[in-house]
């Protein structure tokens, strides 16, 4: 009861801060269960500073290394804080993980691809110090919810990408081992095709093809990419159905077998978050499989 009531607190501060333009949510001090620790870090020096930061929880009885799952806030790339994911984090920890909530730079902060090379520096920090915080820096997850799914696919296909890629921590890599997006905005190209509504880039990179495709997750799609569960509402009118459409389509042009697609018949943008006693044991068997817990 304890982690429902939590869950529904930080669930209901979210969707009520969605209506405010371009700013970053406030601050939360999520209830930390018994079981767990909960520490905030810095991971960048930014302004504002909570832009920087993330916020790990860890069970009191991790003795060995364990598997860790990244949690990434959505809000349009232009609003949101990492309290928003913390009772995420929490859920994880308390299966025997390492959960974490990560903050990034929203666009008005710093523009976009500034969100992009924040996460990956964001998660080679978590490599550097994974002795101290009981974690195995080769079983990591990226999840994602919304704007914050897209980043999750952005980490996981473009591990060695140089230009994602900021001058800290670089004697780790920011490679990742599987990704779970939710309402992930996957295709940014069709999405300036069919609706032209990507205010959060600037004129001159609205204009700039070549750069909406980089920051496009179906553009970095290969091979030998790691495994990907994408979950999506098939009524979903702030990220249509053509985003899992086409990435499915491109999966299949390029016979890769490790992705697996979840639709949900009737699910809007926030489908998740309604649906989750349904929803999460589709993503707790896909991060068992693939983070060997």
């Known amino acids: 009861m304890q982690r429902l009531t939590l869950c529904l607190l930080l669930l209901s501060s979210s969707l009520s801060f969605a209506i405010l333009p371009g700013a970053r949510a406030p601050a939360k001090a999520p209830k930390v269960p018994d079981s767990l620790t909960y520490t905030v870090h810095q991971y960048r020096e930014s302004e504002p500073l909570r832009a920087g930061q993330l916020g790990i929880a860890i069970p009191k009885d991790a003795e060995k290394p364990l598997p860790m799952v990244v949690c990434i806030h959505g809000g349009g790339w232009s609003k949101g804080d990492k309290d928003q994911m913390a009772w995420m984090a929490m859920r994880y920890a308390l299966r025997g993980y390492i959960g974490v909530t990560i903050a990034y730079r929203l666009n008005h902060e ?3 691809p500034a969100c992009i090379l924040d996460v990956k520096e964001a998660i080679r920090y978590l490599k550097s110090i994974s002795p101290e915080i009981h974690a195995d820096p080769e079983r990591i997850a990226v999840l994602g919810y919304s704007a914050g799914a897209h980043l999750a696919l952005m ?3 473009s591990p060695h990408a140089k230009k994602f890629t900021s ?9 990742v081992d599987c990704v779970v997006a939710i309402a992930a905005p996957a295709d940014l190209e069709e999405r300036r095709k069919r609706r032209n509504e990507m205010g959060f880039l600037s004129e001159d990179r609205l204009n700039d093809v070549s750069f909406i495709r980089s920051i496009s997750p179906l553009h970095w799609m290969d091979p030998q990419q790691i495994p990907i569960l994408m979950l999506h509402g098939d009524q979903d009118p702030i990220v249509p159905s053509y985003n899992y459409e086409h990435f499915a389509a491109k999966c299949a042009d390029l016979e890769i077998d490790n ?3 979840y639709v949900h018949e009737g699910g809007k943008h926030m489908f998740f978050f309604k649906e989750q006693r349904r929803l999460h044991p589709v993503i707790d068997r896909f991060l068992a499989k693939h983070l060997r817990l």
């Open 110 to 112: 710093a523009p976009i």
């Open 155 to 157: 980490a996981g296909l």
């Open 167 to 175: 001058e800290a921590y670089r004697e780790e890599d920011s490679s």
């Open 259 to 261: 992705f697996e697609l």
